[in-house]
């Protein structure tokens, strides 16, 4: 697909509210959070990516029937009452659905699921996640640690467990297994972790106990009742336009209803450290989650060297787009303890590298370290850059190609329905053609 450039970076001309796609990490939790209570949840502002598809489509091959509206969807829950299944579940891109229902399934008893997905997850590490099921006793059978992967459900035990890799996905595997141990789980995070898996077990009433960055829960002594839940808009999708913004808007850009939840927001107090003018609105909770508006100013930026490994959890996922930022910055940027970066749906650290420097960028890594000279502009023309089949490069690409001038021939971009179906209609909706 070819953009050419619309030099917004000088023209400075954008502006206007617009609504972000709902919260990927949320509405796979309350898909499955759905599908284990008893009875009809209903779940407002769903995300309908492949991502979260591919969750609900596995769901249903284990007899859990849904009826989708645009707005809303129905989900009969059956509690832990699944039926295995005996073809391969393909799960295409999605992380989160693989090592979550990995974690759901290994304690329901004498439940058989065989999980995988596409030459991007195949490759992703499970090691991380099987580990400590099995030391709770699941029984997994997997491809030397790596999709696919057989999970064989039985009675499980509850553990005691010092996450080894700073991974909400591996915490919440662990917390979904613990609902049918036979005794309490305590969890110790030494770098805490984004919590909606928490968040959604507190309010539908789990006994699960939260202090500082140790997690308690105990077995479920009965099934989850049917609720209802509320899906935000998704900050990590919001933070294309947020940076946009900083960089490029006349008179503002205010994103609405979007979730607020402090383990995913670090990217904004990175850039609000930067110089950047954001402020925050109409601020209120929801299903247990924080919402609220956005609203951004064309900002001058001055350059930060992160070296706290405490927030890298926390803005893993934006940093492509910070990295787009801190291209514009005053000064020469660095962040450091980047390695998690490497095992996402590409190595992201070697594609910003290799792809953001063809439109002009002067950056490069040291090891598992980013650093970025600032600049005033870009200087391009008529390249080709490749996306890695990964959603976030190929959506900071696009966004690159609107900063400069001169054409840009991105390989692929059908990625960017994985998590963000709805980007090319909030570029539309700014009075942005491409």
Do not use: W
Request: glycine share 6%; with cysteine; proline share 2%.
């Amino acid at each position: 697909m070819i953009f050419s450039g619309k030099n917004l970076l000088l023209k400075q001309n954008l502006s206007g509210e617009i609504f972000v796609n709902s919260d990927k990490s949320i509405t796979h939790r309350a898909f499955m959070f759905a599908a284990i209570s008893e009875g009809v949840s209903y779940i407002k502002n769903p995300l309908y990516s492949e991502d979260c598809l591919n969750t609900l489509l596995a769901l249903a091959k284990l007899g859990i029937k849904f009826e989708k509206d645009k707005d809303f969807i129905k989900i009969y829950g059956k509690g832990f009452k699944f039926s295995s299944c005996d073809s391969l579940i393909d799960l295409g891109n999605s992380g989160t659905s693989i090592r979550l229902l990995t974690g759901l399934f290994a304690g329901i008893k004498d439940l058989k699921v065989s999980l995988s997905g596409d030459a991007s997850l195949v490759k992703r590490p499970m090691k991380r996640v099987i580990n400590p099921l099995e030391k709770m006793g699941a029984k997994i059978i997997s491809n030397n640690f790596y999709a696919p992967m057989t999970i064989l459900g039985d009675k499980l035990k509850g553990i005691n467990y010092t996450l080894e890799v700073a991974s909400a996905q591996v915490k919440s595997a662990i917390l979904l297994a613990a609902l049918n141990a036979n005794d309490e789980t305590n969890i110790l995070e030494p770098i805490k972790t984004r919590d909606h898996t928490e968040r959604i077990l507190k309010y539908l009433g789990a006994d699960i106990f939260v202090e500082n960055n140790n997690i308690k829960i105990y077995p479920l002594s009965h099934s989850f009742k049917s609720d209802e839940f509320f899906v935000p808009g998704d900050v990590s999708s919001a933070s294309f336009f947020i940076v946009l913004g900083i960089l490029a808007s006349k008179n503002g850009l205010k994103i609405k209803n979007v979730g607020l939840n402090k383990t995913r927001i670090g990217f904004l107090d990175v850039l609000r450290k930067m110089g950047a003018k954001i402020s925050l609105e109409n601020q209120k909770e929801i299903s247990g989650e924080e919402i609220g508006d956005i609203i951004v100013e064309k900002s001058i930026l001055k350059a930060i060297h992160i070296n706290d490994k405490s927030i890298i959890p926390n803005i893993i996922d934006e940093v492509p787009i910070l990295s787009v930022a801190m291209m514009f910055a005053d000064g020469e940027s660095v962040i450091e303890n980047l390695s998690e970066l490497r095992v996402k749906e590409s190595d992201r650290l070697s594609a910003i590298v290799s792809e953001f420097s063809k439109y002009g960028a002067v950056l490069h890594n040291d090891g598992d370290n980013l650093i970025i000279q600032g600049q005033e502009k870009l200087n391009f023309n008529d390249i080709k850059v490749k996306s890695f089949f990964d959603h976030r490069i190929a959506m900071c690409e696009i966004i690159l190609s609107l900063l400069g001038e001169g054409k840009v021939d991105i390989d692929n971009i059908d990625c960017i329905k994985t998590s963000f179906p709805d980007f090319f209609n909030c570029i539309k909706i700014l009075g942005i053609s491409l």
